[in-house]
């Protein structure tokens, strides 16, 4: 099989090096808007760099595999439709609904395979968490707790073109409630802040630095969800489900990157995680790994397309909620145009 990578950045370069000790995999083709740094990887990893984004989709390829920036998702997503080919996008499909549904009609339309990055599906601490939630281990659920916590803002580049916190970061906590519970989320109250060194840089981008949302479920579960750009501890991402019979955490090892107050606690981790990369290494690879498969039609698609467009209406409403001080419902699939 014969994949295309869209993007040589950071999480394309990562994705690369996956797919080129892939099982499945004969051949890798790199393109990039930047040819240089598409050479560059494809020099790396063994790839062959194709000489433009282009050419991707003129029959080079069996799959391709998007991890260009974020703006470019949806005429990629739609180029790799109308080619006939599966396609592996990062999250998300678009920054807007309107650009969603353009994109996810474009997919239907062509009846291709279209695979969303939401990697915390495949992380193992996740899939146990999920096993245990459905086999009634953990009784009634009536919290859940998210933290989502980067060790550092990105590039003020980055954040222009990001989408903003809420729908950059905490929209992995939404699909991943979703997913783990299979409620959907009916309302929210979501709150921002920003403050010091960085605060600029977070206003000047229409952002903000930290961001504290209380999410409602279908069934009634109460969720906080928490995220911040300037966790200086480490990269930090926990997630805890607590029922009438028990409690369980997901991220909770090691090297989470957090100091026990109690004389008799765990000692600060030598190694706290530095990244979502490093922290989802092996969620990653198996992502990549399901969508080779599926590409291949020996599998079903893990996470469609349309699953993204769950998780951005509960981020608009968030955002929403945030600007104008309110409670907001989430817009219903069924309210969206055909």
Known sequence: MRIGVVGAGRIGAHHAGVLATADGVDELVVADTEHHRAAALAARVGARTAPSPDAVFDGTVDAVVIAATTAAHPDLIARAARAGLPAFCEKPVALDIPGTLRALREVDAAGTLLQLGFQRRFDAGFRAARAALRAGRLGRVHTIRAVTSDPAPPPAAFLAQSGGLIRDCLVHDFDTVRWLTGQEVTEVYARGATGGATAPLFREAGDVDTAAVLLTLGDGTLVTA?????????????????????????GLD?????????????????????GFLER????????????VRAARGEAPNPCPGREGLHALLVAEACETSRRE???????????LPD
Do not use: H, K
């Open 226 to 250: 928490t995220a911040t750009r300037c966790n200086g501890a480490g990269y930090d991402v926990r997630t805890e489900l607590s029922g009438e019979l028990d409690q369980w955490v997901v």
């Open 254 to 274: 090691a090297r989470t990157p957090a100091t026990s107050a109690e004389p008799a606690g765990p000692p600060s981790p030598a190694r706290p995680w530095t």
């Open 280 to 291: 989802f290494a092996a969620a990653y690879r198996a992502e990549l790994t399901a969508f």
């Open 325 to 335: 001080n309110r409670p907001v419902r989430v817009t219903a699939l069924t309210a």
